[in-house]
């Protein structure tokens, strides 16, 4: 590289990821059903919307830190950044950290063993994949008949078996998602909600003549009358597991003090113990012997909805962390003044992203008045060393740029990094790498990979590598995303620029 170059380094860990192999969509055969195929690496995206000029200095590149979300490499430490369960129920949350922590797991509820979900032939149901086929006398499932999935025996027991995880042998953090807290990710728990999840009960359809803008409305209301309707529609007998039964937030957070992984309580405080939060911060050590800021936020909004926001209280201990850490910043004219703390690069930790902070659900208390995204942005863009805000939510690989005002007295902004979903195709994860160039800039490496699933699963189903490769092979082939196709990105992939890229911003100090 010349010497107008931003970085003369390359990441610390690109082997084994994206950058030598990438794992694409292969021809549709019956019904647009697809195999996975391997394709080409991808090279970084250089961005330097945020950089201005080259700088006209060589580089001296020294690494600063390295992390990852949710995958095993030797790097500082693991974020999941949200959703860590569904339906905030307390098996899947032991089942989420169990799986970090590595040990013995069991993902199975009810009578163990036996499968009691849409997908087996209690009730049979054509819209709905059905892996044994169909029953003597019945229609093949949409999913076969029209999208081309397969027949595979034995694959709902397979699911349920006990199995080791490896764990990731690193210390790692936790961060709160909407389906962490809220019902199926979306409504606060509601009067009978707790006896509905680990009972025996199991809807399957809604009474004949149900107004679904009217059941909405109740559910939003938590109206008693929301239950009732739904307990008046068809349904299965499934067996009682008093572990499906729903967590508080405060459930939720202490249940992460219960763990052999590292640290313990990863990341929550014995102030969101007592106080019932979710947000705190925590020092990463960087190589150089510096220490970056990180800060976790929790997006979730108690009153319910999809999306996120803050409430007061939190935004202003946010703001007090970011002042306790600057030794400069901007106030709200865009004028330089001194600040209290001693700079250190600040990275933050939530589950939305900033345009999905737009949930403006709120209580009277003005405690609890919610602090949209955009309030959020005007403040980072007020501190020069908050560099990175790593988020999820949408299940999209994206990146996007946050910059100060042109005229402002300090230049450039902070990059928001967002990554795919582990449920969804691509299934991805991301390593982020934070590098100062010793010219004036620090470069953020992200770094796509992919899980260890094989690439092509035999049906025998034999390991857990094998059902996490069918896994993959299910999301590309969800027939109800085959219809959602994004100009210029390939997907919930992202565009090339949305994936392994270099992000670049000017050293704040």
Same mark, same amino acid.
């Given at each position: 590289?010349?010497?107008?170059?931003?970085?003369?380094?390359?990441?610390?860990?690109?082997? /084994?990821?994206?950058?030598?192999?990438?794992?694409?969509?292969?021809?549709?055969?019956?019904?647009?059903?697809?195999?996975?195929?391997?394709?080409?690496?991808?090279?970084?995206?250089?961005?330097?919307?945020?950089?201005?000029?080259?700088?006209?200095?060589?580089? %001296?590149?020294?690494?600063?830190?390295?992390?990852?979300?949710?995958?095993?490499?030797?790097?500082?430490?693991?974020?999941?950044?949200?959703?860590?369960?569904?339906?905030?129920?307390?098996?899947?949350?032991?089942?989420?950290?169990?799986?970090?922590?590595?040990?013995?797991? !069991?993902?199975?509820?009810?009578?163990?063993?036996?499968?009691?979900?849409?997908?087996?032939?209690?009730?049979?149901?054509?819209?709905?994949?059905?892996?044994?086929?169909?029953?003597?006398?019945?229609?093949?499932?949409?999913?076969?008949? +029209?999208?081309?999935?397969?027949?595979?025996?034995?694959?709902?027991?397979?699911?349920?078996?006990?199995?080791?995880?490896?764990?990731?042998?690193?210390?790692?953090?936790?961060?709160?998602?909407?389906?962490?807290?809220? !019902?199926?990710?979306?409504?606060?728990?509601?009067?009978? %909600?707790?006896?509905?999840?680990?009972?025996?009960?199991?809807?399957?359809?809604?009474?004949?003549?149900?107004? +679904?803008?009217? !059941?909405?409305?109740?559910?939003?209301?938590?109206?008693?009358?929301?239950?009732?309707?739904?307990?008046?529609?068809?349904?299965?007998?499934?067996?009682?597991?008093?572990?499906?039964?729903?967590?508080?937030?405060?459930?939720?957070?202490?249940?992460?003090?219960?763990?052999?992984?590292?640290?313990?309580?990863?990341?929550?405080?014995?102030?969101?113990?007592?106080?019932?939060?979710?947000?705190?911060?925590?020092?990463?050590?960087?190589?150089?012997?510096?220490?970056?800021?990180? !800060?976790?936020? =929790?997006?979730?909004?108690?009153?319910?909805?999809?999306? /996120?926001?803050? =409430?007061?209280?939190?935004?202003?201990?946010?703001?007090?962390?970011?002042?306790?850490?600057?030794?400069?910043?901007?106030?709200?004219?865009?004028?330089?003044?001194?600040?209290?703390?001693?700079?250190?690069?600040?990275?933050?930790?939530?589950?939305?992203?900033?345009?999905?902070?737009?949930?403006?659900?709120?209580?009277?208390?003005?405690?609890?008045?919610?602090?949209?995204?955009?309030?959020?942005?005007?403040?980072?863009?007020?501190?020069?060393?908050?560099?990175?805000?790593?988020?999820?939510?949408?299940?999209?690989? %994206?990146?996007?740029?946050?910059?100060?005002?042109?005229?402002?007295?300090?230049?450039?902004?902070?990059?928001?990094?967002?990554?795919? %979903?582990?449920?969804?195709?691509?299934?991805?994860?991301?390593?982020?790498?934070?590098?100062?160039?010793?010219?004036?800039?620090?470069?953020?490496?992200?770094?796509?990979?992919?899980?260890?699933?094989?690439?092509?699963?035999?049906?025998?189903?034999?390991?857990?590598?094998?059902?996490? /490769?069918?896994?993959?092979?299910?999301?590309?082939?969800?027939?109800?995303?085959?219809?959602?196709?994004?100009?210029?990105?390939?997907?919930?992939?992202?565009?090339?620029?949305?994936?392994?890229?270099?992000?670049?911003?000017?050293?704040?100090?």
């Amino acid at each position: 590289m010349n010497e107008l170059s931003f970085s003369t380094t390359a990441p610390v860990a690109p082997r /084994g990821t994206t950058v030598e192999r990438t794992l694409l969509a292969g021809p549709a055969g019956s019904g647009g059903f697809r195999p996975i195929m391997a394709g080409a690496g991808e090279p970084y995206v250089l961005r330097t919307e945020l950089a201005g000029p080259p700088p006209r200095t060589h580089a %001296s590149p020294r690494p600063l830190l390295a992390f990852a979300q949710l995958t095993d490499v030797h790097l500082a430490f693991a974020v999941s950044t949200g959703d860590n369960a569904d339906n905030s129920q307390y098996n899947e949350f032991r089942w989420f950290i169990d799986v970090l922590d590595g040990g013995p797991v !069991l993902p199975d509820s009810g009578e163990i063993g036996v499968y009691e979900g849409v997908m087996d032939w209690a009730r049979y149901d054509v819209h709905y994949w059905h892996p044994e086929g169909e029953p003597e006398g019945q229609l093949v499932d949409r999913p076969r008949a +029209l999208h081309g999935f397969p027949v595979i025996h034995g694959l709902l027991e397979r699911a349920l078996a006990r199995f080791t995880a490896e764990g990731l042998r690193m210390p790692w953090y936790s961060v709160f998602g909407n389906h962490d807290t809220l !019902l199926q990710g979306n409504l606060p728990h509601l009067l009978g %909600s707790e006896d509905y999840a680990a009972g025996d009960h199991k809807v399957v359809e809604l009474p004949t003549g149900t107004s +679904l803008v009217r !059941l909405a409305i109740d559910l939003f209301r938590a109206s008693p009358r929301a239950i009732e309707e739904l307990f008046s529609g068809a349904y299965r007998s499934v067996t009682r597991d008093p572990d499906r039964r729903l967590l508080s937030r405060a459930e939720i957070v202490e249940e992460h003090f219960h763990t052999l992984g590292a640290p313990v309580g990863h990341g929550f405080t014995q102030t969101n113990r007592a106080e019932g939060t979710a947000y705190y911060g925590f020092d990463a050590s960087a190589v150089d012997g510096s220490t970056i800021r990180c !800060l976790v936020l =929790d997006t979730v909004n108690p009153a319910g909805g999809a999306n /996120g926001s803050l =409430d007061e209280k939190q935004f202003r201990w946010l703001e007090a962390e970011l002042l306790a850490h600057s030794s400069r910043y901007l106030d709200e004219e865009g004028h330089v003044v001194d600040g209290p703390g001693i700079d250190r690069l600040v990275v933050l930790f939530s589950h939305h992203t900033l345009a999905t902070m737009d949930n403006w659900l709120t209580d009277p208390d003005p405690e609890k008045h919610r602090v949209l995204g955009t309030r959020v942005r005007d403040l980072l863009l007020r501190y020069p060393n908050v560099v990175l805000w790593v988020n999820g939510h949408t299940h999209v690989n %994206s990146v996007t740029p946050h910059s100060r005002h042109p005229d402002a007295a300090v230049p450039g902004g902070y990059w928001e990094l967002n990554t795919a %979903s582990h449920i969804d195709w691509p299934q991805q994860a991301r390593l982020v790498e934070l590098v100062d160039n010793g010219n004036g800039t620090i470069s953020i490496f992200g770094t796509i990979i992919d899980h260890a699933g094989s690439e092509q699963p035999s049906w025998d189903l034999s390991s857990p590598i094998e059902l996490a /490769g069918l896994s993959r092979l299910l999301g590309i082939n969800d027939w109800q995303q085959r219809a959602r196709a994004q100009t210029g990105s390939d997907g919930r992939r992202g565009a090339p620029g949305d994936r392994n890229v270099e992000l670049v911003v000017p050293t704040p100090f």
